[in-house]
T-cell receptor
Framework: SQQGEEDPQALSIQEGENATMNCSYK?????LQWYRQNSGRGLVHLIL?????REKHSGRLRVTLDTSKKSSSLLITASRAADTASYFCATDAGRSQGNLIFGKGTKLSVKP | EAGVAQSPRYKIIEKRQSVAFWCNPISGHATLYWYQQILGQGPKLLIQ????????DSQLPKDRFSAERLKGVDSTLKIQPAKLEDSAVYLCASRLGGRLNNEQFFGPGTRLTVL
């Protein structure tokens, strides 16, 4: 079963614009992670936010976490064509050694 | 550092045939995962190893899927016999282990097509 649900399913923006993706989940978590998957490539870890954190930054990425609403958002600022990819949130409920449950992903297209 | 290696990258078989995938995790990574990713969906965990022991195989269809991690390093995932619905990308990932090392490192995947 998939715990995370990303929203929107697809997003198309122009280079330079910001992109915001949301993730909702169902059960309590230890941490929430965001991964990126380019066409034909494997998943790459972007950022992790722990359940006791509310916001985290990494370069052009900003992640927020609201455990009361069981939701997270990923903001990519000043997007580039190279950011075109699918983005997945993954929750770690702490049950067994980092077992992750992935959502269905948001497909981001950044037009030059 | 070398990443997670998987082979083959692509495999086409007919239903009821058998297939095996191989994964070599990052050196020193104690935890290894196999995921199935069906087109348009996120990865779904099939099995998780800690060293050479199984931690979680609750979502592995054990009537047809099997996996092993001999000596706690390389791992193989086998499907026997394959069904049409097994068409997917099979991803292997590894993790260093411990409470603070939560990031999983993924291989490029094996794309399986069952005809």
């Amino acid at each position: 079963s998939q715990q995370g649900e990303e929203d929107p399913q697809a997003l198309s923006i122009q280079e330079g614009e910001n992109a915001t993706m949301n993730c909702s989940y169902k059960t309590s978590i230890n941490n929430l992670q965001w991964y990126r998957q380019n066409s034909g490539r494997g998943l790459v870890h972007l950022i992790l936010i722990r359940s006791n954190e509310r916001e985290k930054h990494s370069g052009r990425l900003r992640v927020t976490l609201d455990t009361s609403k069981k939701s997270s958002s990923l903001l990519i600022t000043a997007s580039r064509a190279a950011d075109t990819a699918s983005y997945f949130c993954a929750t770690d409920a702490g049950r067994s050694q980092g077992n992750l449950i992935f959502g269905k992903g948001t497909k981001l297209s950044v037009k030059p | 550092e070398a990443g997670v290696a998987q082979s083959p990258r692509y495999k086409i078989i007919e239903k009821r045939q058998s297939v095996a995938f191989w994964c070599n995790p990052i050196s020193g990574h104690a935890t290894l995962y196999w995921y199935q990713q069906i087109l348009g969906q996120g990865p779904k965990l099939l099995i998780q190893f800690q060293n050479n022991g199984v931690v979680d195989d609750s979502q592995l269809p054990k009537d047809r899927f099997s996996a092993e991690r001999l000596k706690g390093v390389d791992s193989t995932l086998k499907i026997q016999p394959a069904k049409l619905e097994d068409s997917a990308v099979y991803l292997c990932a590894s993790r260093l282990g411990g409470r603070l090392n939560n990031e999983q490192f993924f291989g490029p995947g094996t794309r399986l097509t069952v005809l």
